[in-house]
């Protein structure tokens, strides 16, 4: 006759006691309260109380956080929003600062020399000036073109163009030497520079001046007129003001 003990372990189904097993570490496990409120005994579906989140899952989830979580809660906006506030009004006052176009001058300075050359029928001379040119600005400016135009008695004498001026650097001034050839074909002048009983040969000269100038993707036009008088019966190389 088997023991009594041993006929019922026998009998007892495996199912069985795997939920007896199963019933016995949910009871083990902490209770969660339940959404809709129908039960404050719930396990979690999810992890069955365990804890921990299946593997495969963690794209599929989603985690429900209180309204009063810290996490939800960022500290210091205002301090940041007020850093990121200042930080970009001084970035743009130092770009309105350091970029914002400013003049550009053209000054004369004097006449450096008057050459002058008589033919049969007209007066020939080489007029040299002193031009004085100030950047203010932070950038270089490129001379695209100078050119300069010579006018006597309400009648235009001479020109000059020049292309390859050398940029003027940033925050700087710097002194250019340009010359112009002024023939007096006119037979009224001809006779007045070359009369000998006239010890000075006065002329009032107009230089009209116009300069293209570029810098920070501007284009600009510099014009400016300058008054000087010469003497076109005689060499002179001793340099002398001009008025502007």
């Known amino acids: 006759m088997a023991p009594p003990g041993h006929s019922s372990r026998r009998g007892v189904d495996p199912e069985i006691t795997k939920t ?7 009871k083990q496990v902490p209770q969660y309260g339940s959404i809709n409120g129908s039960s404050s005994t719930d396990s979690c579906p999810t992890c069955k109380g365990t804890g921990r989140i299946p593997r495969g899952q963690q794209d599929q989830l989603l985690a429900v956080i209180p309204c009063n979580d810290v996490r939800l809660q960022p ?3 205002k301090l940041y929003v ?20 400013r003049s550009v001058t053209l ?8 050459m002058v050359y008589f033919t049969p029928d007209s007066v020939e001379m080489e007029v040299t000036n002193l031009f004085n040119m100030t950047n203010e600005n932070f950038v270089p400016v490129q ?12 009648i235009v004498v001479g020109h ?35 009369s000998t009983t006239i010890k000075i040969h006065t002329l009032f000269l107009k230089l009209q001046i116009t300069m293209n100038i570029s810098y920070l993707s501007h284009t600009e036009q510099l014009s400016q007129d300058v008054f000087e008088y010469i003497d076109c019966g005689n060499n002179s190389t001793i340099p002398h003001p001009v008025r502007s």
């Not at 000054?107 to 008057?114: A, D, F, L, N, T």
């Open 20 to 26: 007896m097993e199963n019933a016995k570490n949910v």
């Open 75 to 77: 500290r210091r906006t």
């Open 82 to 101: 007020c850093i990121s506030m200042g930080l970009s009004i001084l970035l743009c006052c130092l770009i309105l600062f350091f970029f914002f176009p």
């Open 107 to 114: 000054k004369p300075v004097s006449v450096q020399s008057v």
């Open 143 to 154: 001379i695209a073109e100078f050119s300069m135009q010579g006018v006597v008695n309400e």
């Open 160 to 194: 000059s163009k020049i292309t390859n001026m050398t940029a003027i650097e940033s925050r700087s001034r710097k002194s250019y030497i340009v010359q112009i050839d002024l023939p007096l074909t006119d037979q009224g002048f001809n006779n007045y520079c070359k």
